[in-house]
């Protein structure tokens, strides 16, 4: 058997070193996939972590401190014993991407859609406000942008905003005056959204579910009006979900939840 001489060998050896190195540069790291969950309080964690119905997914992770108590990225998983929807969102997102996934939450329980709107706080916003019964609300789209820079800053590595997950409808259901305006209002914060983040920036909302002989109806139909006539923009079904009382989502509803979100994402076939 011919032997390879000593020189010979560190030839081939820095040869296939300096491939796998130009390979390296050739094929830039993946930008992780960041996601927002945002709205009223089935946005926040109303399951019970004893309950939950699949595993937590590798290599998703959770940005959220208004539940956690933290200001950093932590692993994806039940915190204080409760969980929401970014459970099985990211599970299923990441076993159909094979990405990285991050979710970054902020909410505000019985709170109208007029809060996120970009424009607030003005005197013609704080009357809107009062119009529904959230007269001492804080502004919530601030609080959207906040926590996008934050939690694009503490991610060590490259990020892509692909989508915002909207988790409200309940509030404006309840009142006649949020409901008359809720497809002006919907498109308008969807407008600020894209021209904060992009303009093909895919936004996924649910369907109403409570109130339906009252505002219901009409939010209903506000939003698919929306979809209907902008893309990159898809609702999810609700009302066949169970449900641990009148307006908020039980355990299992939250996890399926999640799941028709994901699904409904990765119809809209985006991610960078």
């Known amino acids: 058997m011919k032997l390879v001489r000593s020189g010979a060998l560190v030839a081939i050896l820095a040869f296939l070193v300096s491939g796998l190195a130009a390979r390296a ?59 929401g ?31 996120w709107q970009p424009d607030a706080p003005t005197a013609q916003w704080r009357r809107d406000m009062a119009a529904v019964g959230n007269a001492t609300k804080p502004a919530m789209y601030p609080r959207v942008r906040t926590l996008v ?19 409200q409808t309940e509030r404006d259901s309840r009142y006649k005056y949020g409901a008359a305006r809720y497809e002006d209002n919907l498109r308008r914060l969807i407008n600020a959204w894209r ?38 923009v898809q609702v999810v079904p609700t009302r066949d979900l169970p449900k641990q009382d009148a307006a908020h989502f039980s355990s299992a509803g939250l996890d399926e939840l999640g799941r028709r979100f994901a699904a409904a994402w990765l119809s809209l076939e985006v991610g960078e």
């Open 25 to 83: 540069e050739s094929e830039p790291e993946l930008p992780a996939l960041l996601f927002v969950i945002t709205g009223q309080s089935n946005a926040g964690q109303k399951g019970d972590a004893a309950q939950l119905a699949g595993p937590t997914a590798p290599g998703t992770f959770y940005y959220a401190p208004q539940h956690t108590g933290v200001r950093a990225w932590l692993p994806m998983q039940p915190y204080r014993g409760h969980f």
């Open 85 to 115: 929807v970014e459970q099985s969102f990211a599970r299923a997102v990441a076993e159909a991407t094979g990405r990285t996934v991050l979710i970054a939450k902020t909410y505000l329980g019985g709170t109208s859609i007029i809060a």
């Open 149 to 167: 820079a934050e939690a694009t800053a503490a991610w060590n590595g490259p990020v892509a905003l692909v989508g915002i997950i909207y988790v």
């Open 195 to 232: 021209a904060d983040y992009g303009d093909d920036l895919p936004v996924v909302v649910m369907d109403s579910h409570t109130h339906m002989s009252n505002g219901g109806p009409v939010v209903h139909d506000a939003i698919f009006r929306v979809v209907k006539t902008t893309p990159g």
